[in-house]
Structures are given as C-alpha cells and as structure tokens.
C-alpha cells in the first residue's frame, strides 16, 4: 500500500465559511476606520496650525456627505474593535483570587463601564452637552 | 528556535489596541457632531488652538497618534496575510512606516501650534 | 425513539486508485439518537466496508473521530444526527493532509506537542527521600483548564492561521505548554519558551478565537496563547530596558 498523502489548499474562501470567520474579518476592519480617521486628524492637526482660516476650511471639509458617511461607519466599527477587544479582555488577563478565577462578565463589565465614563466625561469637557 | 522578537512591534499593538478601545469612538463622534453642523466647543479654534498648545496635550497628541497608527498598521498587516498576501516583510515595512510618517508628521504639525 | 433515513455526502480518497478526493453519497436508516459516529459504523458495517475513519471511546474523551461535519470541526461522536437537516457532509479535519478517507496525517501535530516539553521540569532536583510535591486547590486550579485537551485538534482545523501557515505551532501545543508552565511544580518555562514564544509560536496568533470555540474539553486555548503573548512581551521589555535585572 502506498502513501500519496493529499494536500487540500486553502484559499482565501475561508473568510466566509463560517459567521465566526466573517466577524473576526469585521474586527479586523476596523483598523482601516481607526487608522484612517487618524490620519484624518493628523491633517486636521496641520490645519489647526495653519491659522484659523485653514482650521475652518478643515471643518467644512469635514461637514461634506463622503465624510459624514465615513464618520457614521467609523464610530460603528470602532465601537465594534471596542466591544469586541473589552469582551476578549479576560481571556487574556484572567483573575485567580483563591481557588476561584474573577467571571468573564465581570472583567468585561469593568472595562465597558470605564468606558462609558470616560466617553461621557470626554463629551461633558468638550462642551458636547 | 530562538525567542522573536516580535514584542517589539506587538506591545504598541496592545497598547494601541486597547487606548483606541477606550477613547476613539467618542473622539470620532466628536468630530461626527462637528461633521453634521453641531461641532462641540473645544473644537473652536480658539480653544482647541489653546489646549494644543500645552506641551502636556502635545505630548498626549503624539503618543495618541502614535499608538493609533501602529495599532492600525499592525492589524493591517496581519488582515493582508490573512488575505493571501505572502509578501509579508514587504507589507509589514509599509505599514509600519507609514505609521511613523503619520506619527511623524503629527508631531511637526503639533510643533508649529 | 424510531428510525430516520439520513443522506450523508462522505469525502473519499483511496491514494492508491484515486489521484484527487471525490464524495461519495450514502443513504443509511438510523436511530434518531444515533450520532454521526454511529450512521459511518452502520454504513461501515452494512454498506461500504471500505469506508476509513479514526474512532474509539465514542464518548468524547479520545479524540480520535475528529472531522469536518458540514463545515464545522466536531467529533463525530458528539455530533448528533437530530441536530442536523438534510445532506449531512462529512469531510476529514480541515488543514491536515488526507491519508485516506476521513483519516488524516497528525505526525505535524504529533511532532508540535513533543517540542514543548510536555512534562514537569522541576525548578531543582528534589530526591524521593524529601517526598512529594504538595499542592493546593488554588494552584491547581491555575493550570487545570489547560490540562484537559483530548488531543482531538479540532483547533488546528478551526484556526485559520494553522492552515495559511503549516509552521504555526498551534492552539494545543501552546495551550500544553501553558499548562505545565502554570504548574507550582514546575521550572521549565524558560526552556519552553524557545518554542512556544518563537515566530512560529504564539507570534503566528491573531486571537480569531475559532479554536476555543470548537475545543469540545473548553480548554480555551485562545486564551492560553494570549497570555503566553503578554507575559513573552512583558518579559523581553524587561530583558532589553533593564537587563540589569534578574529573573
């Protein structure tokens, strides 16, 4: 009996195999939503040198529909690097106290409550509200 | 096999991954208010042209930029192999340096301010 | 409980005959409590002799039947036939070479668990005369969940990066390393390190999480490499800003 062993390729097909996989490439996604609003912002930070007057050319450039559209699908996936790096928190910083380890919820739950007090008190300083 | 090095391009990954976990979505709808008409006081010149002004923000500026850069090049990096992209040194340059342009650039801007 | 006719789509590779793999249909009548483990036995024994696949406990503490089942990594005996609708695929454990059939070719993953020293590297040589290594509830506790992999590698088919990069050393091999590393008993992690905290150690993670997901013993191996990531960074900051500091 001989052994001819097949090789089965892989192809980038496996992005969609399974929901898992699709959300994993989501996340990932993100990075070009981060990465590029700050880029964003790094030309705003020329701007802002610039004078006042390239500062409000920088505002208006940013009051166009491209780039409200880009804002709009920022925030939801940074909102979704967000969500999914606190919910991946625990698994990588587990908690033994005695015999037991701290829930998952409840390292989770720390980081998503810190959250929202920082983004609160971010909006409050900023004269958001 | 030896140890790798790579901890030095992944601790400003984890770093970067968790500072934009915390602050960028609000700093992004921040400048979404501002993108719809309602911008926020501090993104007035004059404020904002003030409190970027501080060595203090400026240092806090850079760093942001810095590790929000690398977080991004760093995932893009590892997106790009996951795609099928096999020239990986290749991509890896271009991204990381791309993040220090940008980092760098942030800071020449910050110093005119 | 009665009977159900259920159709299963198997992969077949015969390497003498065969030059690439092809399905073959079967339509067998099962119990409905039957697992897919029991509809290849009944096809095995009734139909098609020729049908090859790893089994043993059928009660999922083996790991032997491993395979693909419309897509997913299971067990074969864990995969219940109520729980599935229509064709029933059934295919060997992605990102394995096919020896024949459902049986794959694990010398790679054989090869990874040996490299990481899977057994306790005492800190010093302690002799019978001094007695046993004694340990609390806590402390095992620190390592038990990483101690519980069946070897079934239905992480290594779920990971995606063990199929884009053959040379990843994979999510049980790091999550056995990580579990003598957490033992009290144990000192060997700086040697484990030379493996598991390499490039194609940890390094190749990109934390998908598929392989905690599909682990049927919830090792969550995942998590294991994340902290092996943490701790191997925390350790070379410290090594090359102040390597005046001893370990």
């Known amino acids: ?129 | 096999m030896a140890i790798s090095n790579k901890p030095i391009v992944w601790g400003p990954f984890a770093a970067g991954g968790t500072l934009t976990a915390f602050i960028t979505p609000v700093l992004i709808l921040l400048t979404l208010l501002a993108a719809l008409g309602h911008a926020p006081d501090l993104l007035a010149y004059e404020r904002l042209h003030a409190l970027a002004g501080h060595w203090l923000a400026k240092l806090a500026v850079a760093g942001v930029v810095f590790l929000s850069l690398w977080s991004a090049a760093h995932r893009l990096r590892i997106t790009c192999y996951d795609l099928g992209i096999r020239a990986d040194t290749v991509v890896a340059t271009i991204l990381y340096a791309g993040a220090l342009a940008g980092t760098g650039a942030s800071v020449l801007y910050l110093a005119r301010i | ?247």
């Open chain 3, 1 to 247: 409980m009665g009977e159900r006719l259920v159709e299963l789509e198997v992969l077949r590779y015969h390497p003498e005959k065969d030059t690439e793999p092809r399905f073959q249909r079967y339509s067998a009548t099962c119990r409905e409590e039957w697992v897919v483990l029991d509809a290849l036995n009944h096809i095995k024994e009734a139909i098609d002799p020729t049908l090859s696949y790893r089994w043993s406990c059928h009660m999922a503490v083996c790991g032997s039947c491993g395979m693909m089942i419309n897509g997913e990594p299971k067990l074969a005996c864990k995969a219940f036939l109520r729980d599935y609708r229509g064709v029933i695929r059934v295919e060997p454990l992605a990102h394995f070479p096919i020896e024949r059939d459902l049986i794959t070719v694990i010398d790679d993953f054989m090869a990874k668990l040996a490299r990481v020293r899977p057994y306790l590297i005492p800190k010093e040589a302690k002799p019978l005369s001094e007695g046993e290594y004694r340990q609390t509830p806590a402390e095992l506790n620190h390592f038990k969940q990483y101690s519980m992999c069946i070897n079934c590698m239905l992480c290594y088919a779920a990971c995606p990066e063990y199929g884009l990069i053959p040379k990843y050393i994979g999510p049980a091999a790091i999550a056995l390393a990580h579990r003598y590393n957490q033992d009290s008993r144990d000192g060997g992690r700086d040697q484990r390190q030379q493996e598991i905290a390499a490039t194609e150690g940890a390094w190749e993670c990109s934390f998908v999480g598929a392989c905690s997901e599909v682990c049927p013993e919830h090792v969550d191996p995942a998590g294991a490499i994340q902290q092996v990531k943490i701790k191997s960074t925390v350790d070379w900051y410290a090594q090359h800003l102040m390597p005046w500091l001893k370990k």
């Open chain 1, 1 to 129: 009996m001989s052994r001819k062993p097949y090789v089965r390729a892989m192809t980038w097909r496996w992005i969609v195999r399974h929901p898992r996989y699709v959300r994993y490439m989501v996340r990932e996604f993100s990075c070009l939503f981060i990465g590029g609003w700050t880029l964003l912002m790094v030309w705003g930070l020329q701007q802002l040198a610039e004078g006042p007057a390239a500062w409000a050319a920088f505002l208006e450039c940013l009051e166009s529909p491209a780039s409200i559209v880009f804002h709009v699908l920022a925030l939801g996936f940074a909102a979704y690097h967000s969500i999914t790096w606190f919910n991946l928190t625990p698994k990588a910083l587990p908690l033994q106290i005695g015999e037991r380890f701290v829930p998952d919820a409840a390292i989770a739950g720390v980081h998503f409550v810190a959250w929202a007090a920082l983004s609160l008190a971010v909006l409050y300083l900023a004269g958001a509200f």
